[in-house]
C-alpha cells in the first residue's frame, strides 16, 4: 500500500513541476513587479517597494476608461447571453427531432476565428463614404438615420462590441444548457403532468432547479471570460483602443507591456493583480450565492 502511495505522487510530480513553473512562478512575479516602484525595464532595476504602482492606475485615465468598458460589457453580456441561451435550449429540446441539427448550427460561431468574425462584424455595421452598412440599411426600414456604429458614440460602439462578445459566447452556453435539460429525468415531468401542473411551474420548480448547477457554472464562466476580453474588442475596433474609447483591462494590461506606451510591467503588473482581486471577489459573492440556494 506505501509503494503504491509513493507511486502515485511520484505520478503528480510532472503536473506539479508544470504548474508551478508555468502559473505560480509567473503570478508571485507578477505580485512582486506590482511593488517595486520605479522599475527600470532597461537594467531591471528599481528605487523600493510600495503602492506607488497601484495608485498610478487607478487614476490613470485609460485603466478608468479600460475598468468602464469592461464592468459594462460583464454585467451586459454574462446575464443576456445566459438568458437567451437557456430560452433557445428550452426551444431545441421541445422539437427533439431537428435538436441535433440546430445544435451544430448555433455551435458554428463557437468554431470559428474570432477575428474573423470581428471582421464579418465590422463590415456589417461600419459607416463608410462610400456605404452605410446592412445594419444601418435596415435601421432606415424604419426611419432612422445612419448611426456610425464603429466611430461614432460610445453607446453605439457598446452595443457592437456586447452584439459580438454574445453572438461568440451564445453557442457554448447552449451546448451545456441543452446537455443539461436532456438529462433531466423524464419521470419527474411526467408526474408533474399527471399532476395537472401548469407549464410554467414545471420549468420554475422542476427544470431550473435540476439544471440550477450548470447555469452558476455559466454565470461564473462568463464572468471570467468577459473580465478577460480583450481580442473582441481588437477583432472590431483594431490595436489602437485606447483612440476608440473601446479598451479593456487586459488591452491596458497588453498597452503597458508592448504597447506605444509599453515598458512598465510594474504598472501591467498592478492592473492585473487589481483584475484578479476584481474576479476573485465576484467569482467568490457568485459562489457564496449559489451556495446560499442550494440550503
Not at 476608440?244 to 510594474?266: E, R
Request: aromatic letters at 18%; hydrophobic letters at 50%; one cysteine or more.
Amino acid at each position: 500500500m506505501e509503494n503504491r502511495d509513493y507511486k502515485g505522487y511520484l505520478y503528480l510530480v510532472p503536473a506539479v513541476l508544470f504548474l508551478g513553473i508555468f502559473l505560480v512562478y509567473p503570478l508571485f512575479d507578477v505580485f512582486v513587479y506590482s511593488f517595486e516602484e520605479g522599475y527600470n525595464f532597461a537594467s531591471q532595476t528599481y528605487r523600493g517597494f510600495g503602492w506607488y504602482n497601484f495608485r498610478y492606475v487607478l487614476r490613470d485615465p485609460y485603466f478608468l476608461q479600460a475598468l468602464k468598458n469592461t464592468l459594462f460589457l460583464v454585467f451586459i453580456t454574462v446575464p443576456l447571453s445566459t438568458g437567451l441561451a437557456l430560452l433557445l435550449s428550452v426551444a431545441l429540446c421541445s422539437i427533439p427531432k431537428v435538436r441535433e441539427l440546430f445544435q451544430t448550427i448555433f455551435f458554428l460561431p463557437y468554431v470559428t476565428n474570432t477575428l474573423a468574425v470581428g471582421l464579418v462584424f465590422m463590415i456589417l455595421f461600419q459607416k463608410t463614404p462610400y456605404s452605410d452598412g446592412l445594419m444601418n440599411l435596415l435601421l432606415s426600414v424604419f426611419g432612422i438615420a445612419p448611426i456610425d456604429f464603429i466611430g461614432g458614440p460610445y453607446a453605439a460602439k457598446l452595443f457592437v462590441l456586447s452584439f459580438y462578445t454574445i453572438w461568440i459566447v451564445l453557442p457554448f452556453k447552449i451546448l451545456i444548457l441543452t446537455s443539461a435539460l436532456t438529462s433531466v429525468d423524464e419521470g419527474l415531468y411526467r408526474a408533474a403532468r399527471i399532476d395537472g401542473t401548469p407549464p410554467g411551474r414545471i420549468f420554475f420548480r422542476i427544470t431550473l432547479p435540476m439544471i440550477r448547477p450548470m447555469i452558476f457554472y455559466l454565470i461564473i464562466t462568463g464572468f471570467i471570460g468577459a473580465f478577460k476580453a480583450y481580442s473582441d474588442a481588437v477583432a472590431i475596433f483594431g490595436v489602437n483602443l485606447n483612440a476608440a474609447g473601446m479598451n479593456t483591462i487586459v488591452g491596458y494590461v497588453y498597452d503597458m507591456l508592448y504597447g506605444d506606451s509599453g515598458g512598465y510591467p510594474s504598472y501591467a503588473s498592478a492592473a492585473a493583480i487589481l483584475l484578479f482581486a476584481i474576479v476573485l471577489t465576484i467569482t467568490t459573492v457568485n459562489l457564496l450565492v449559489r451556495n446560499r440556494g442550494r440550503n
